[in-house]
């Protein structure tokens, strides 16, 4: 069996950076126990595989990370829809995952080449995390500026505001501590427009991701709820700075305090490699 599969880095405009992704471009002859090994080999946060649409969809797309299947992330669906528009030409492109539709909106450049993305994504529901002084034990820290919340568009994110750049920057978590909580931690410092974020998922074999597009959107409704955000700004992310593998993510979301009536995560990314598994 030989199966064809794209590497590129999202959430960034040049190689070598943002967040690493595969994506198996025909993996009809595969099941989950296989995806899920293949993910392990290659060992990115998550590797994407591509199956013929069954809800009317471009195509649909199973998600894996080293240790666990998804319903839903960003930057597979950003990525797969990056590697499927550009062959196809398309702008737009709808990837049916475990939690529904989820559409992707394709700017060009002048000369034809892909240039941004916009991914609408589940509205999450929001829930206080149950135990929030574990998860601050488990991260090292005092204390969130905000109540420490629980966003589910999918996965689960627990976010965590804390007071500076710095201190998010200075973060050595507990990660057997997290990965018992079975926690998703999304921690993020900023204000206004511009926010700094680190994400640690060990319970999915991921110590820190190094750009969440699925917790970018969380985060954003976490900041207009609160009232640190104005609804409907475009908020500028900065990620994976401390792996060695800058991002940059864009999120915006239209509503207000009684309903959340929109959630849009946008980015870059650059295809960097291509090759073949033979198994």
Same mark, same amino acid.
């Given at each position: 069996?030989?199966?064809?599969?794209?590497?590129?880095?999202?959430?960034?405009?040049?190689?070598l950076?943002?967040?690493?992704l595969?994506?198996f471009?025909?993996?009809?002859?595969?099941d989950?126990?296989?995806?899920? $090994?293949?993910?392990?080999?290659?060992g990115?946060?998550?590797?994407?595989?591509?199956?013929p649409?069954? $809800?009317? @969809?471009t195509?649909?797309?199973?998600?894996?990370? !080293?240790?666990?299947?998804l319903?839903? *992330?960003?930057h !597979?669906c +950003?990525?797969?829809?990056?590697?499927l &528009?550009?062959? +196809?030409?398309?702008?737009?492109v709808?990837?049916?995952?475990?939690a529904?539709?989820?559409r992707?909106?394709?700017e060009?450049?002048?000369?034809?080449a892909l240039?941004?993305?916009?991914?609408?994504?589940?509205v999450?529901?929001?829930e206080p %995390?149950?135990? !929030?002084e &574990?998860?601050?034990?488990?991260?090292?820290?005092?204390r969130?500026l905000?109540?420490v919340e629980v966003?589910?568009?999918?996965?689960?994110?627990?976010?965590?505001?804390?007071?500076s750049r710095?201190?998010?920057a200075?973060l050595?978590p507990?990660?057997h $501590?997290?990965?018992?909580?079975?926690?998703?931690?999304?921690?993020?410092?900023?204000?206004?427009e511009?926010?700094?974020?680190?994400?640690?998922?060990?319970s *999915?074999?991921? $110590?820190?991701?190094?750009?969440?597009? *699925?917790?970018?959107?969380? +985060?954003a409704? %976490?900041l207009?709820? %609160?009232?640190?955000?104005?609804?409907?700004?475009?908020?500028?992310?900065?990620? @994976?700075?401390?792996? @060695?593998?800058?991002?940059?993510? %864009? *999120?915006?979301?239209?509503? @207000?305090?009684d309903?959340?009536?929109?959630?849009e995560?946008?980015?870059?990314a650059?295809v960097?490699?291509?090759?073949?598994?033979?198994l």
């Amino acid at each position: 069996m030989t199966l064809r599969f794209v590497f590129c880095d999202v959430f960034t405009d040049r190689p070598l950076a943002g967040n690493q992704l595969a994506v198996f471009t025909d993996a009809r002859e595969l099941d989950g126990a296989v995806m899920q $090994a293949l993910a392990r080999e290659i060992g990115f946060s998550e590797t994407a595989f591509v199956l013929p649409p069954e $809800a009317g @969809g471009t195509a649909r797309v199973r998600i894996f990370t !080293p240790a666990r299947e998804l319903p839903f *992330a960003g930057h !597979p669906c +950003l990525g797969t829809a990056w590697v499927l &528009a550009a062959p +196809l030409q398309r702008e737009v492109v709808v990837l049916e995952t475990g939690a529904g539709s989820v559409r992707l909106r394709l700017e060009r450049d002048g000369s034809g080449a892909l240039d941004f993305g916009w991914m609408e994504q589940p509205v999450p529901r929001v829930e206080p %995390h149950p135990d !929030p002084e &574990a998860v601050l034990r488990a991260l090292g820290v005092e204390r969130s500026l905000l109540p420490v919340e629980v966003y589910d568009n999918g996965p689960r994110f627990t976010t965590v505001v804390l007071g500076s750049r710095d201190e998010v920057a200075a973060l050595r978590p507990d990660l057997h $501590a997290l990965a018992e909580l079975d926690v998703y931690a999304s921690c993020v410092a900023g204000d206004g427009e511009r926010w700094k974020t680190r994400m640690f998922a060990p319970s *999915a074999g991921v $110590a820190e991701d190094p750009a969440t597009g *699925a917790a970018a959107g969380p +985060l954003a409704v %976490h900041l207009c709820r %609160h009232g640190l955000v104005r609804w409907g700004a475009e908020l500028t992310i900065e990620q @994976g700075v401390e792996l @060695g593998r800058p991002s940059t993510l %864009h *999120a915006r979301v239209e509503g @207000g305090p009684d309903a959340v009536l929109a959630v849009e995560v946008g980015g870059r990314a650059v295809v960097v490699a291509r090759g073949e598994f033979r198994l």
